[in-house]
């Protein structure tokens, strides 16, 4: 019988304490699944969690015991972050040992310089948690989808805005009232900037872009836009229409380069991703062959993540007991072989749209926004015009257009904006049928 694999986990917050009870629960199915036994050698925490009772477990307070310690063979990253855990990582890899992670931003921001070196010792990085939380996407697009050339994604891979956008599509609320209450809820953070501003949707979205199109991770060049400004008329507006707005990552190979977005989308109610409410996670793939696959579940918590964690365990674990040295690259290709794809720029992107405009009530006004639209190769899709309030001489005028590049969109709305029967700004939300 083989030697049992002996895990080190550093990190015993919400992921951490989640993977030592699934580890410790479920350790004869683990058993058998990774032909071998799975243990727990040593945790590394700062502090102890009322979740995770550990008994005779190792603890150190010093978490790089946990990578310098010889008998550790696979090293659990839950510790967050990109300054200590990049530290922690490096040295772990340098010191011969395997590395899982639930760390996007690490991946996202320094995952080339990573899996570099993970091959440079002969082991690898997985990191099956850092997207999606349980829902298994990163072996989908690495394995499952190996024969497909990929065309596009688009996810719903952040739960905190998709719990706000459900609560203010289902109860009219605004912004700011379902924030407090994510907040209060604990889905959002005491600083929800990186959800709210698409920041963490667009970390997992560069992940999945260079998995889907063998790319190196590139982080800086992904456009993200947040859903701070949608407000509860938008969100009517949208239904109205038939459509639902869900804050999308989107990565799509467009003939000119790689499009990678992350914004408020309209989407036809119809579609399977319009559906997804609260804090559920989807990912859409359009695969040359195998056509629309679609991926949902719980994109965060304790035991959905601790899921995705001990899933990476479970095959590096097989690996080790099998003596197996054909391991598949993180990206599913060895760094050397990845493409050099050329971004495009947002103002070369083309969507249909939505815009929302205050208008003055009174004759000539839409020709006169037609006629801009029409310079611009612009063509409109559907118009809703409200009557105007009591007492009010301006009325909202909603439009969707056919699909057209962006830097025309922006060309028209600047002129719309300056027309003095138009008021304020322009609402400009993107539309995609994802229909291939």
């Given at each position: ?132 939380g349980g829902i ?27 719990f706000i956008l ?146 990476d365990i479970v ?122």
């Amino acid at each position: 019988m083989s030697k049992p694999v002996r895990v080190g986990i550093c990190g015993l917050g919400t992921v951490g304490s989640g993977t030592f009870n699934v580890l410790t629960r479920n350790a004869e199915s683990i058993a058998a699944r990774a032909q071998g036994a799975v243990e727990i050698s040593m945790v590394g925490a700062r502090r102890d969690n009322p979740d995770c009772e550990l008994g005779s477990t190792r603890l150190s307070r010093d978490i790089f015991d946990v990578v310098r310690d010889p008998e550790v063979d696979i090293v659990v990253e839950l510790i967050g972050g990109t300054t200590v855990a990049k530290d922690l990582m490096t040295e772990a890899l340098q010191n011969g040992k395997h590395v899982v992670t639930a760390n996007k931003a690490l991946i996202a921001e320094f995952g080339n310089e990573l899996f570099a070196l993970a091959e440079q010792n002969n082991v690898v990085i997985r990191y099956e948690a850092a997207v999606a939380g349980g829902i298994p996407i990163i072996k989908a697009l690495r394995e499952g989808l190996a024969g497909n050339r990929i065309e596009w994604l688009a996810g719903i891979i952040n739960g905190t805005g998709n719990f706000i956008l459900s609560e203010m599509r289902e109860k009219g609320r605004d912004f700011a009232d379902v924030l407090a209450e994510a907040q209060a809820l604990g889905y959002a953070e005491a600083d929800p900037t990186f959800d709210v501003e698409g920041i963490d949707a667009a970390h997992k979205l560069v992940i999945l872009a260079s998995l889907a199109f063998g790319m190196p991770l590139q982080f800086s060049s992904v456009f993200a836009e947040g859903i701070t400004k949608l407000t509860p008329q938008d969100v009517e507006y949208a239904e109205e229409l038939g459509y639902r707005i869900k804050h999308l990552g989107v990565a799509k190979q467009n003939g000119e380069g790689v499009e990678l977005r992350v914004h408020p989308t309209l989407i036809p109610e119809a579609r399977l991703l319009a559906n997804v409410n609260g804090v559920k996670n989807a990912v859409l793939v359009e695969g040359d062959a195998v056509g629309p696959t679609l991926y949902y579940g719980a994109g965060a918590g304790a035991e959905p993540t601790a899921s995705a964690v001990v899933a990476d365990i479970v095959d590096l674990a097989r690996e080790l007991s099998a003596g197996q040295q054909c391991r598949v690259p993180a990206l599913g290709y060895v760094t050397s072989e990845l493409k050099d794809l050329p971004i495009v720029p947002m103002a070369r992107v083309t969507t249909a749209w939505y815009l929302r405009m205050e208008a003055e009530d009174k004759p000539g006004v839409l020709s006169e926004i037609a006629s801009i639209f029409s310079e611009q190769g612009i063509s409109i899709e559907a118009l809703i015009q409200k009557a105007p309030a009591e007492g009010e001489t301006r009325v909202p005028l909603i439009m969707l257009t056919n699909k057209a590049i962006q830097g025309n969109v922006d060309t028209a709305v600047a002129a719309i904006e300056s027309l003095e029967s138009i008021s304020g700004e322009v609402t400009r939300i993107r539309v995609e049928a994802l229909d291939g």
